[in-house]
Structures are given as C-alpha cells and as structure tokens.
C-alpha cells in the first residue's frame, strides 16, 4: 500500500495546492504562527486554535520523529532529510486545505458538539458519502492500531526496559492514565495535549541542540553532506544500508509524511473542533503544525544523528536516536530524554488517535455509542500493552494507505473551492471586512 505509487499521489497533491494556492505557506506563515497562539472568541467550536494545534501535534510529534528520521537516515543516507524537507513544504499546502474543508463543511452533532474532518466534506462537498464511509471505517479501523496498541506497546517496552516494571502493571496504569482524560471527551484532551505537547518538545529540542553544540564542528559538514547526497545518493559504507538515490528520496518523502500525516487526513477531524469565525484561520493554523514537526522537531533529531556522525554505525530507529543523543549528553542523560520521549509522545499519541477514531465511528453508527466507544478504547490500551503487533503494524499501515485515498480524492476535486475561499479571505483582510485576530 505504501509502494511508490501512493508517495508520488501524496507529495503530487501537495504540490498541485501549493502552485493553486500560490505558495500559502511561504506568504502566510509568519501571521499562521501568530494567529496560533491569538485567542479567537467568536464563532463556534469546542476548544481554541492552540488547543487544536497541539491535540493534532499530540498525533504527529512522536515515534516519526525519533524512530522515523534515524531510519530514513540510515536506510536513505542524510540526503534523505533533504527530501523530508521537501515533503514538509509541500505538506503544508495539504494541511491548510484539509484545515480549510474541515471547518467549513463541519457539523453540530445532537450533544451540542463539533463533528468535522474528510468524511464530512467528501460527503457534502463532493456528494459522495460512500468516499466518506470509507474513510470513516479505514480511521476507526487504524486508530485502534497505529494510535492505540502499537503506542501502549511501545510505551510498554520503553518504561520495562528503563524500570523493569512488568508489562501488565504498566499496561494497568496507561489504561487508567488515558481513562482519565478521554472520557472527558475533546476539551479535555485538548488541555493535556496542550501541556504535555509544548513540555516534551522543549525538553526534546533542548536536549537535542545541546548535542549539536557539543559537536558543532562537525554541523557544517553534516548539512553539506544534506545537500550533497540529496541529488547523488550515498555510497554504501561501515553499517550504512542505502546506496542509492532513489533510497535517500524514497525513505526522506515516506518517513516525513509518516511523521507529519500531511493528506492522510486525520488532523482535520480535530481542526474543526476549533472555535473560529472563519475556515481560513484554522486552516493556517493547521499548517503550522507541519512546519513544528517535520521542519523542527524532524530537523533537530537529523542535525543531531548527521552532526554526530552515527548514521554509518549500522544501527537505525530509536537505538541511533539513543546513540546521537548518548554521544552528546553526559552519562544516561541521553538514553533518558530519548526514553521519556517515547514514553511522552506515545501517550499523548494515543490520547489524540482516540478522538479520531472516536469521530469516525460517530459518521458511522452516530452518537448513542460514544461512551461505550471510549471504554473499550481503554482497554486496548491495555492489551495493546501485553502482545506482540507485527500483524498490527500492517493492518495499521494498510489502513493509513487507504485513509489518504479519498481525502485526497477530495483535496483535488475541492481544489477551486480551497481557491476561492482563500481569495476571498485575503480580499476581506486586505479591505478590513475580516479582523485578522479577534
């Protein structure tokens, strides 16, 4: 599902938005960053904008970043961040527009809530509720994989391997962790994310420049070797398993739309639970949330592994992000920030995964079920925690893969409808009709 077919469709659509759009992500992401953090009052919606941005980035910000860049390093070479780069760009145009159709076609469900996300817009902006049907049964199928189990499963073997714990006293306390704040419902999530987010990424970025700087000798030379082996590719040598071209753009472009969901369309279920007076507004705060994951939080993870010169030590994932972070920090720092990383990201994954799985299966069988829903969302936390999930990590894959599909179907169908609302929003900014902040 994830063959070269479906990267060139997600990277394609991109780029399709960013020409319509005239770059909206160059012109407009000073006043994006901004209007993130500006407390919006009117209009409807469960929670803010930055609440919104940090619940989507409790989703993105997370394994991607430290296992997913180290991999695309090793397997791709360091020109493979160059092209991690470029699908960041490009991905910012796909998260704007998902933003954009997220509010606008959004509903108010029977308990007063927001319900919005690709399903709504497949249906009502283009006509086709089975598109939306199918996008809703592949979500809530990968939302108990990718954003549950695989999460609790990881998060088990990290806290077992730094504490010893067993794995079902640790599988007991996420369950009741994540009980805690879901069945609270969005505006709870929202506020732990909104915690939990920006605290792991300082510590994160923290840790992660000091490392740079400790060896900032060799940073030069890493980001030459960026640009140098984006367009060569890289000889194979030592541990070092990419040799190719091909390789370094393959494992750049799959790693960074693994890492910051751009198209797959899980992040405009939670956009359009933001309160906000118009479409456009959210959807350039949704941007943002590409260029805090894949142009910072990816970027540092690389420039650490790249200055550090561990890439070619044959070790790739989370034991090379350990190994950079090792090489920079003093004594077990550097195993424990990364550790707590894991353990942080994986969590507040899982939390943010559960509302949209929760959404989807909403579209689905509507709202009499939600409670029961988020009961036994806690516990596959659980279990997810106990058991092996090689069959687990595939069907979730799978069902990512088939999620994208008709999201983008509707990003391009919908692209002269994302044209002319943004025109029209700039037009209205520009005669003073629309405040930019309110």
Not at 12 to 20: N, S
Not at 168 to 173: Q, R
Not at 358 to 386: D, H, P, T
């Amino acid at each position: 599902m994830w063959g070269p077919w479906l990267l060139v469709l997600l990277l394609g659509t991109g780029f399709w938005l960013t020409i319509r759009l005239r770059g909206i992500q160059f012109r407009s992401l000073f006043y994006a960053l901004r209007l993130t953090f500006s407390k919006e009052r009117e209009g409807e919606g469960d929670i803010s904008h930055f609440g919104s941005l940090m619940t989507a980035l409790a989703a993105t910000v997370g394994i991607g970043n430290i296992a997913g860049v180290s991999t695309a390093v090793a397997l791709g070479g360091p020109g493979a961040i160059f092209w991690m780069w470029i699908t960041g760009l490009v991905g910012m145009a796909t998260k704007y527009s998902e933003g954009l159709l997220a509010v606008k076609f959004r509903r108010i469900n029977e308990k007063g809530e927001i319900s919005g996300g690709p399903m709504y817009y497949l249906e009502e902006g283009l006509n086709k509720k089975w598109l939306g049907m199918c996008f809703a049964a592949f979500g809530a199928c990968a939302a108990f994989g990718i954003g549950n189990m695989v999460q609790a499963n990881t998060t088990a073997i990290a806290v077992n391997e730094s504490t010893g714990f067993n794995n079902v006293t640790i599988g007991m306390l996420l369950a009741i962790l994540t009980g805690l704040v879901v069945i609270g419902g969005i505006k709870r999530i929202a506020d732990v994310a909104s915690y939990l987010v920006p605290f792991m990424v300082a510590i994160y970025f923290a840790g992660a420049l000091i490392v740079i700087f400790r060896h900032i000798d060799q940073l030069f030379a890493g980001l030459t070797m960026v640009f140098d082996h984006a367009f060569t590719g890289t000889a194979a040598t030592g541990g070092f398993v990419g040799a190719t071209l091909a390789n370094g753009i393959r494992y750049g472009v799959a790693r960074g739309l693994f890492s910051n969901e751009s198209g797959m369309g899980s992040a405009p279920i939670v956009a359009a639970a933001a309160r906000t007076n118009h479409p456009c507004k959210q959807a350039l705060v949704s941007m943002t949330g590409t260029f805090i994951d894949t142009l910072i939080v990816c970027s540092i993870t690389a420039m650490a592994i790249s200055s550090t010169g561990v890439w070619t030590s044959g070790e790739t994932g989370v034991a090379l992000t350990i190994q950079a972070f090792s090489a920079g920090l003093p004594g077990p720092w550097g195993h424990l920030l990364v550790t707590m990383g894991i353990i942080i990201f994986a969590f507040s994954t899982i939390l943010a995964w559960e509302y949209y799985g929760e959404k989807c299966f909403e579209y689905l069988f509507g709202e009499k079920y939600i409670s029961l829903y988020r009961y036994v969302w806690v516990f596959f936390v659980f279990i997810g925690a106990q058991i092996k999930l090689d069959m687990v990590w595939n069907i979730s894959d799978a069902m990512n893969a088939l999620m994208a599909i008709p999201n983008l179907i509707g990003l391009i169908c919908l692209s002269g409808l994302l044209v002319r609302e943004t025109r029209l929003y700039e037009e209205g900014v520009q005669q003073g009709s629309i405040n930019k902040f309110d």
